[in-house]
């Protein structure tokens, strides 16, 4: 069991930074395949941004590709996120899965309770 913790959500106006972070309490998040999700009212969760284990590979959805950085560290994975649109404004969650990049939700075991972004125009 990995028990995710995200953080580093909260207002920005449109135009502005937020950087987000995952931990894991418990356990690394270091030998895992993380992704970064957001779940909009009324949509569905869709996929963010991932990286491997490794940081060898990382991926973007096409909507955040060039305003959005996925890295990490032995301890956390992190999300920057710049030139922030009053479109991203979601709950943000990251998730972890054994493998290689996907993204998928389904494809992640464990999630963490999330983290508010609200970009205001």
């Known amino acids: 069991q990995v028990q995710l913790v995200e953080s580093g959500g909260g207002l920005v106006q449109a135009g502005g930074s937020l950087r987000l972070s995952c931990a894991a309490s418990?356990?690394?998040?270091?030998?895992?395949?993380v992704g970064w999700f957001r779940q909009a009212p009324g949509k569905e969760r869709e996929f963010v941004a991932a990286?491997?284990?490794?940081?060898?590979y990382t991926d973007y959805a096409n909507p955040v590709a060039g305003r959005f950085t996925i890295s990490r560290d032995d301890a956390k994975v992190y999300l920057q996120m710049n030139s922030l649109k009053s479109e991203d404004t979601a709950i943000y969650y990251c998730?972890?899965?054994?493998?290689?990049?996907?993204?998928?939700?389904?494809?992640?075991?464990?999630w963490g309770q999330g983290t508010q972004v609200t970009v205001s125009s």
């Open positions: 998730a972890v899965r054994g493998g290689g990049l996907r993204n998928e939700f389904r494809s992640y075991a464990y």
């Open positions: 418990g356990r690394t998040v270091s030998s895992y395949t």
């Open positions: 990286i491997t284990w490794d940081s060898v």
